[in-house]
T-cell receptor, first 113, second 113 residues
Framework: GAGVSQSPRYKVAKRGQDVALRCDPISGHVSLFWYQQALGQGPEFLTYFQNEAQLDKSGLPSDRFFAERPEGSVSTLKIQRTQQEDSAVYLC???????????FGQGTRLTVV | DQQVKQNSPSLSVQEGRISILNCDYTNSMFDYFLWYKKYPAEGPTFLISISSIKDKNEDGRFTVFLNKSAKHLSLHIVPSQPGDSAVYFCAAPRGGSQGNLIFGKGTKLSVKP
């Protein structure tokens, strides 16, 4: 596609539910990033993939958060046993290579009730 | 520890006038800075960047100025247009990849006709 695509756009989960958020990066983009943006804040880095390798997961807030990119294209961010503090917009970004500016998707707004 | 700071949450200017958005940083090792623009319900879009070896970069109506001694950068938009109304984020790359970014909290710009 022309841009980074994320689905679903909106997700409401009951506390304790597991959720899976999908990111389709721009075709051919090697690097893929996940960010979390809380209300009134800037995006905060979660994790980074180069092709299928997860090179940095230092931003994942807890072991309930897990990301994968098994074939080096589509990525999934999974959150287990969701908590209210997980409510945020989750942004995916991709770039052609490291040291190149990243293109962001529209984000998935997760609301945990 | 907020390494990239945008201390003004909002700014309102008249159409045709200059908009100046400010950003301060604490880490003198940052070698690149970026500005992103974000409309509601959309992901951030890259606007303009500047290398730390420069003090100015211009692209059309947008100019970014960097003052390394003050650890301060600013984005100038002139003339401002109503379509420039958005949230503007200042960001700097963490480590070697421009995709793994540290963002400020953003400044909401409103340009009034």
């Amino acid at each position: 596609g022309a841009g980074v695509s994320q689905s679903p756009r909106y997700k409401v989960a009951k506390r304790g539910q597991d959720v899976a958020l999908r990111c389709d990066p721009i075709s051919g983009h090697v690097s893929l990033f996940w960010y979390q943006q809380a209300l009134g804040q800037g995006p905060e880095f979660l994790t980074y993939f180069q092709n299928e390798a997860q090179l940095d997961k230092s931003g994942l807030p807890s072991d309930r958060f897990f990301a994968e990119r098994p074939e080096g294209s589509v990525s999934t961010l999974k959150i287990q046993r969701t908590q209210q503090e997980d409510s945020a917009v989750y942004l995916c970004a991709s770039s052609t290579r490291p040291l190149k500016e990243a293109f962001f998707g529209q984000g998935t707004r997760l609301t945990v009730v | 520890d907020q390494q990239v700071k945008q201390n003004s949450p909002s700014l309102s200017v008249q159409e045709g006038r200059i908009s100046i958005l400010n950003c301060d940083y604490t880490n003198s090792m940052f070698d690149y800075f970026l500005w992103y623009k974000k409309y509601p319900a959309e992901g951030p879009t890259f606007l303009i960047s500047i290398s730390s070896i420069k003090d100015k970069n211009e692209d059309g109506r947008f100019t970014v100025f960097l003052n390394k001694s003050a650890k301060h950068l600013s984005l100038h938009i002139v003339p401002s247009q109503p379509g420039d109304s958005a949230v503007y984020f200042c960001a700097a790359p963490r480590g070697g990849s421009q995709g793994n970014l540290i963002f400020g909290k953003g400044t909401k710009l409103s340009v009034k006709p």
